[in-house]
């Protein structure tokens, strides 16, 4: 296997040299010497695709619903129009013409990474809802506000860890959920709630202006999540280099 993944990696690093050293020391120097792949548009230079909720109320503007259709027949926005990205694509006049468009991602991330789809497919004049319909819902305070801004198990814990975001915790219990300061600028408000807390206080967190997402748990359970979450980045980050044997790359 190491004689396999070394080959691989020396096509790739045209002057690499081969060290005396362990399989795993090799891998990691060779990659070392790699050239780097160009880094896609992302986060750095998406921001300016991003509007808030209230650009979806604009009516010179197209507004198309970029969820699953079983979402946008179950709820949209008023005069939104579903399509996905390859379709929005392939309609005439959509590379020039002013569209906003929104998708069910509750982070940051989410909306950047539909940016960068959307502009990757030719589409420069589509700018996305940071916040996606959660967010729009949330502006307006609508009934289904406490179902789109509800966070499920497995996203808490990276919007505990995101950028800029804010938790809040409504128990004693999850306080040490609340990691890191206050952001100044926050783009998130996390509010980590338990079963005991009342709904009507949740609500109340649920207020116009910075997009506010909520979890219901206990403490246990918070911890385990983000035990988890915590191991699985240190895994990702560490990468294949770190192994102790080249049969488990």
């Known amino acids: 296997m190491c004689a396999v993944v070394l080959t691989f990696l020396y096509a790739i690093s045209a002057h690499a040299a081969m060290p005396s050293a362990s399989c ?13 792949p160009k880094a896609p548009a992302t986060a750095a230079n998406a921001e300016d695709c991003l509007v808030k909720a209230n650009a979806l109320d604009t009516k010179d503007r197209e507004i198309v619903d970029l969820r699953e259709r079983g979402h946008y027949f179950t709820f949209h926005v008023p005069g939104a129009h579903h399509a996905s990205v390859t379709e929005l ?8 013409a002013p569209v906003v468009a ?3 991602g509750h982070f940051h ?5 539909l940016c960068d789809r959307l502009r990757h ?5 589509v700018h996305v809802v940071d916040g996606g319909i959660a967010a729009w819902a949330q502006l307006h305070q609508l009934e289904k506000t406490m179902v789109l801004n509800r966070l499920q198990d497995r996203e808490v814990a990276a919007a505990l860890g995101e950028p800029a975001s804010q938790a809040v915790a409504l ?5 040490f959920g609340v990691r890191s300061p206050l952001a100044i600028h926050a783009k998130r408000r996390i509010v980590l709630a338990d079963t005991n807390t009342p709904l009507p206080l949740i609500r109340a967190q649920l207020e116009k202006g910075t997009v506010t997402l909520y ?3 206990n403490a246990e359970r918070l911890h385990t999540l983000l035990d988890v979450h915590t191991a699985q980045e240190r895994k990702r980050l560490d990468g294949p280099g770190v192994r102790n044997t080249c049969s488990a790359l």
């Open 24 to 36: 795993p020391q090799m891998v990691k120097a060779i990659l070392a010497k790699a050239p780097s």
């Open 89 to 96: 694509a392939m309609q005439p006049g959509m590379r020039s």
């Open 109 to 113: 991330a989410d909306a950047l990474q």
């Open 121 to 125: 497919a030719g589409l420069r004049r």
């Open 215 to 217: 979890w219901v748990g």
């Open 171 to 175: 128990a004693p219990s999850l306080q």
């Open 102 to 104: 929104y998708g069910s």
